[in-house]
């Protein structure tokens, strides 16, 4: 799935943005779900990404982890760039392995899209508002304002990993998928 978004996600205008046929969804989540082989190579890239965004949002406690939710959101509120980065790779550090893995792929992804942005229109604020919610979430549901504002301040987050993702996490996420 992030090899195809990586491939063909930086091309595409509104990747991320746009949705996938909700019945074609449906139907390959089921189809994966099941542990059939299914070649997304196939379907519409935003079938792919809604796909992804969809998984994501079933990761248990989310890939950013909720019991760390009110430390990912100070985050954006702390002094220079170089205090946030510093910040975000020790919050990093206290998520599992897999999660870290995964969130390298992501932001991998992310930081080639954006860096298209002119053709496809997505920035790192546009694949922010898009993926965020997908990313973390808070541990106890409230009330619509508080989720509004934490969905604004996750954003602000997730486009500062994305613009500053090769600070983040090595400037080896520019060469993860290798020569695809």
Known sequence: MLSLLYQEGPSTEGIFRRSGSAKTCKELKEKLDSGAEVDLACESIFVTAS????????????????????????VMD???????IKSIQRLIEQLPRANVVLLRY??????????????????????????APSLLWPPV????????????????????????????????????????
């Not at 702390?78 to 946030?84: D, F, I, L, R």
């Not at 860096?115 to 993926?131: D, G, P, T, V, Y």
């Not at 504002?149 to 996420?173: D, M, P, Y």
């Open 51 to 74: 796909l992804f965004k969809d998984f994501l949002r079933n990761i248990p406690g989310s890939i950013l982890s909720s019991q760390l939710c009110d430390k990912w959101v100070s």
């Open 78 to 84: 702390q002094g220079n760039n170089e205090e946030k």
């Open 141 to 180: 549901s409230s009330t619509p304002d508080v989720e509004s504002e934490f969905t604004k301040k996750i954003s602000s987050l997730v486009q500062f990993l994305t613009e500053n993702c090769c600070r983040i996490f090595g400037e080896e996420i520019n060469s993860l998928f290798g020569e695809i």
């Open 106 to 131: 992501i932001f991998g992804v992310l930081h080639g899209i954006e860096m298209r942005s002119e053709e496809n229109q997505m920035n790192a604020f546009n694949l922010a508002i898009c993926i």
